[in-house]
T-cell receptor, first 110, second 111 residues
Framework: TQLLEQSPQFLSIQEGENLTVYCNSS?????LQWYRQEPGEGPVLLVT?????EVKKLKRLTFQFGDARKDSSLHITAAQPGDTGLYLC??????????FGTGTRLKVLA | NAGVTQTPKFRILKIGQSMTLQCTQD?????MYWYRQDPGMGLKLIYY???????DKGEVPNGYNVSRSTTEDFPLRLELAAPSQTSVYFC??????????FGNGTRLTVT
């Protein structure tokens, strides 16, 4: 059974602080996606990483895929209240059966 | 452009009742998925389909059934509702490597 564990589960920080969210598995994924979900809505894609060691940047968000393609991280620089939400990683093992992580709920206080 | 449409938005069921959650897409995507999300948690895959006539189990298929007779529709059936099935259900579509497109969810309560 493939499992994606995210840490931390909850995070409450002040505006302007930096943070890192981790997504770890014992399984290898051909690609990994990060989503953000607002209350009452479905998840919305932030980024897809495919190559081991790949780093992608989206404004203040930096995503990294582990060399072995078993883990990933999301780093937010200078967090803003608009970053508040549930962050989810999702892995594709190559069969397009997307498994989601346990989620990290972020709250950024003004 | 509707994208992924889920109906109903809300539903309350009594224990033992049955219902079908509808999911329709107009994106011509081959891949369709059903997930459930418990409060504050990630999504758990119930069933998925790689094309019309093909379905497969996900992580938590017990108590659910699906069918995929057309590309557009992927209904999820609950035969004997149980309180453990209280959750928010999301339908999603994709082309394989592309991002998943989600509907807005169906909030189900079983009492």
């Amino acid at each position: 059974t493939q499992l994606l564990e995210q840490s931390p589960q909850f995070l409450s920080i002040q505006e302007g602080e930096n943070l890192t969210v981790y997504c770890n598995s014992s399984s290898v994924f051909s690609s990994l996606q990060w989503y953000r979900q607002e209350p009452g809505e479905g998840p919305v894609l932030l980024v897809t990483v495919v190559t081991g060691g790949e780093v992608k940047k989206l404004k203040r968000l930096t995503f990294q895929f582990g060399d072995a393609r078993k883990d990933s991280s999301l780093h937010i620089t200078a967090a803003q209240p608009g970053d508040t939400g549930l962050y989810l990683c999702a892995g594709n093992s190559g069969t397009y059966k997307y498994i989601f992580g346990t989620g990290t709920r972020l709250k950024v206080l003004a | 452009n509707a994208g992924v449409t889920q109906t109903p938005k809300f539903r309350i069921l009594k224990i033992g009742q049955s219902m079908t959650l509808q999911c329709t897409q107009d994106m011509n995507h081959n891949y369709m998925y059903w997930y459930r999300q418990d409060p504050g948690m990630g999504l758990k895959l119930i069933y998925y389909s790689v094309g019309a006539g093909i379905t497969d189990k996900g992580e938590v298929p017990n108590g659910y059934n699906v069918s995929r007779s057309t590309t557009e529709d992927f209904p999820l059936r609950l035969e004997l509702a149980a309180p453990s099935q209280t959750s928010v259900y999301f339908c999603a579509t994709g082309t394989g490597d592309s991002p998943l497109h989600f509907g807005n969810g169906t909030r189900l309560t079983v009492t």
